[in-house]
């Protein structure tokens, strides 16, 4: 196997030759469909050091990936110099969060990781895996023999579904196939919405209506996240760039999904997600809160776009990965995804796990003693995508 590294400034039709080639089945999801590659790469500054990996196979290229470089510093301690798959290493261009993320392969093509890593080029010393598909590689690789290297799993996040076929089967009564506290609020929000109107599910079909959505759903956003204190994901003038771009190239491919749930003349939310392969990925929403907090504008939302896609013909509803309980109280079924590291032999990897793992057994004496049983932890590298 040999490694060809392409810079994305210099060879951007090559890397959409290769990219499109290895996923002319279909890429394993929108996050490493064209679409959205070809979106992000564009959007990028000249000052991003971003390559397409591609590995050749007598001459052919069987397996390819983007490797972006950073100094990565943990815990203000531990600094390490590493390759990113499929991200950048800056934190303001990785803000989409690639999930269900992997290496194109050709079909057939056995993925050896610790091969690859051998070929990659530089004084690295980590390469960060992060978001990685269950079923994809290099997840499913990730228990071969490794030496020299260490394959680290930093942390493993649940990525909530609901199975449309199930919604279909159930006559389009999604609320009948949740727990009873959950389907109880969904049927009194409805009652209670109802009261004041028609409550009626808008998806845009035309450029205009879908703008008009996202800069309700951003508003909506950023008013419910500085309520709090927070900064919100569209306070990001490249991120919000970066989906209008997204939008104005792929809506008419029946890629993009921007719902408006309505009340009378009144927004409940909006939501704006993913549509691909017949997998729905909900991605970002922006809700009318209110002080009733039986009204519970989230739920009516989801309820609304899952039973849209059921009707529809969807596979999935993906709720992307997190530990947010209306995910998991919403969901029908779950998966998990992971952040892996593959690190080089050093003693300051051995002394950070050595120290990972005293305070991770440290917190759970702590809970323990504080309430009696040890309760959940919540992994240490987890990480919001911050939606409302």
């Not at 979106?39 to 971003?50: E, G, H, K, T, Y």
């Not at 934190?91 to 194109?104: A, M, P, S």
């Not at 070929?119 to 598909?133: A, I, Q, V």
Request: proline share 4%; hydrophobic share 40%.
């Amino acid at each position: 196997m040999t490694l060809q590294l392409l810079d994305i400034r210099n060879s951007r039709l090559e890397i959409e030759s290769v990219w499109k080639q290895l996923s002319k089945d279909g890429a394993p999801s929108y996050f490493l469909s064209w679409a959205w590659i070809g979106n992000w790469i564009d959007s990028l500054p000249a000052s991003v050091d971003l390559n397409l990996a591609i590995f050749h196979e007598d001459g052919e290229p069987v397996i390819a990936c983007f490797l972006g470089r950073s100094v990565v510093v943990r815990q203000r301690v531990f600094r390490s110099h590493a390759y990113l798959l499929n991200q950048t290493g800056n934190r303001v261009f990785d803000q989409v969060y690639i999930e269900y993320n992997g290496f194109l392969s050709k079909p057939g093509v056995v993925v050896n990781l610790r091969e690859m890593a051998d070929l990659l080029p530089g004084k690295w010393e980590e390469l960060y895996l992060s978001g990685l598909d269950p079923e994809g590689q290099p997840a499913q690789c990730l228990e071969q023999e490794a030496g020299p290297y260490h394959y680290m799993i930093a942390n493993r996040l649940p990525s909530p579904y609901v199975d449309l076929e199930r919604v279909r089967q159930s006559s389009g009564d999604y609320a009948s196939l949740m727990g009873k506290n959950t389907r109880s609020q969904i049927r009194r929000a409805y009652q209670l919405y109802r009261q004041r109107g028609v409550v009626a599910c808008e998806v845009a079909s035309d450029q205009q209506t879908a703008e008009s959505i996202f800069d309700e759903m951003v508003d909506l956003h950023q008013r419910s996240w500085e309520a709090r204190g927070k900064k919100g994901a569209f306070a990001s003038e490249w991120f919000r760039t970066f989906h209008l771009r997204l939008i104005q190239d792929r809506l008419a491919s029946g890629e993009i999904q921007l719902t408006r749930v309505r009340c009378g003349a009144e927004t409940i939310g909006c939501l704006y997600s993913f549509n691909y392969n017949g997998r729905v990925y909900f991605y970002q929403s922006g809700l009318r809160y209110e002080a009733d907090n039986r009204m519970k504008p989230g739920l009516i939302c989801h309820a609304e776009a899952i039973q849209h896609n059921a009707r529809m013909g969807a596979s999935e509803y993906d709720f992307l990965a997190g530990f947010d309980v209306y995910k998991e109280r919403l969901a029908t079924h779950s998966r998990t995804l992971v952040w892996a590291r593959v690190q080089k032999p050093r003693l300051k990897f051995r002394i950070e796990s050595m120290a990972r793992g005293i305070a991770l057994h440290a917190m759970e004496r702590y809970r323990a003693r504080r309430n009696g049983h040890p309760g959940r932890l919540v992994p240490l590298a987890q990480r919001s995508r911050g939606v409302a």
